[in-house]
Structures are given as structure tokens and as C-alpha cells.
């Protein structure tokens, strides 16, 4: 008989895993009513290869306000998830333990190398370019070059 393990126990740090789902925190506002500001979990559809970098737990629940006293968070439900690092420098995205699956223990060469410093970003292209320069011509410098803050009317904290 094989006894099953608690989401907390499944996984080890460094553990090299892949994960079919990531959670989303999504908050919605709605205009009046009780609980008007609630907190809920979500599972999205994203395939992620890693390695298992920390754990924490998330919650769901709403905000309610009472007058004039600050809001309090009302906790529904508590969710545990694992932290997943794709590169050794960009935020780790966070899966349920249902979600993953073990490549390989923590020291394998699972991949093949190591995981890579950071992720490269996207790839500007030549009409990216065309457009910053030509919004950034507009924009009034000083003597030496150096771009100028100039205060925006309509935005009265600038």
C-alpha cells in the first residue's frame, strides 16, 4: 500500500520538474456590495520546464470595509503552490502539485546544461526601432543632449 504524499512533501527544491499549468492571482473589483474587492486562483493552460525553487501558499477571499476603518482581507480558501525557476535570474512562475510532473532529481542533467543565467526577451526589429527614434525626436533636450522633464498639465503629480 503506498501512502500518499501531501502537496508540501511531493517535491524537493532543486528537483527538475514540468509543469502543464501556472497559477494566476486574479483580482475583480465590483462597484457596490459586500465583499465588493475578492481574490481568486486560477490555473492557466502554459506548458513550464524548471526547477523547483520554493513553495508558499495563496489565498482567496474578498476585502470588506466596515465605514472608515481600513479594509480587512476575508481568507476563503488556501491554496499551495510551488515556485518553478525557468532561468537562474527571472521570477519563478508558481503551479499546483497536480500540475507538475518530475523530470528528474535535484544534480541530474535532465536538460542537458544547466539552466540558463536569464531568458532572452523578444527580438526588436528594425520597424521597432524606427518608431521609438522617431517618437523620441520629439522630445525637448538640453544642451548637452540629455532629454528634459517637462511637466505634463492634465497629470497634476508629474
Known amino acids: 500500500m503506498s501512502k500518499k504524499l501531501s502537496p508540501k ?3 524537493k527544491i532543486g528537483d527538475y520538474v514540468e509543469a ?11 462597484d457596490v456590495g459586500y465583499g465588493s474587492q475578492f481574490r ?6 502554459r506548458v ?9 501558499w495563496r489565498y482567496e477571499g474578498h ?11 476575508r481568507v476563503k480558501k488556501a491554496v499551495f503552490v510551488w515556485k518553478i525557476a525557468r532561468s537562474l535570474t ?3 512562475v508558481e503551479a499546483l502539485a497536480e ?4 523530470l528528474g532529481p535535484a544534480g541530474s542533467d535532465v536538460f542537458g546544461e544547466d539552466l ?15 518608431v521609438l527614434r522617431e517618437e523620441m525626436a520629439d522630445v525637448p533636450r538640453d544642451a548637452k543632449g540629455r532629454w528634459l522633464k517637462v511637466r505634463c498639465p492634465t497629470i497634476p503629480y508629474l
Not at 481568486?40 to 493552460?45: G, L, M, T
Not at 500540475?99 to 518530475?102: F, L, M, N, S
Request: glycine residues 4%; charged residues 15%; hydrophobic residues 35%.
Open 90 to 92: 527571472n521570477t519563478p
Open 116 to 130: 540558463p543565467l536569464r531568458l532572452p526577451g523578444p527580438a526588436w526589429t528594425d520597424i521597432n526601432r524606427d
Open 40 to 45: 481568486q486562483i486560477q490555473a492557466a493552460p
Open 20 to 30: 502543464s499549468h501556472v497559477v494566476q492571482v486574479t483580482r475583480c473589483f465590483c
Open 99 to 102: 500540475h507538475i510532473k518530475i
Open 63 to 73: 476585502l470588506v470595509s466596515y465605514s472608515e476603518e481600513p479594509p480587512e482581507f
Open 9 to 11: 512533501h511531493m517535491f
Open 48 to 56: 513550464v520546464r524548471g526547477q523547483i525553487v520554493g513553495a508558499c
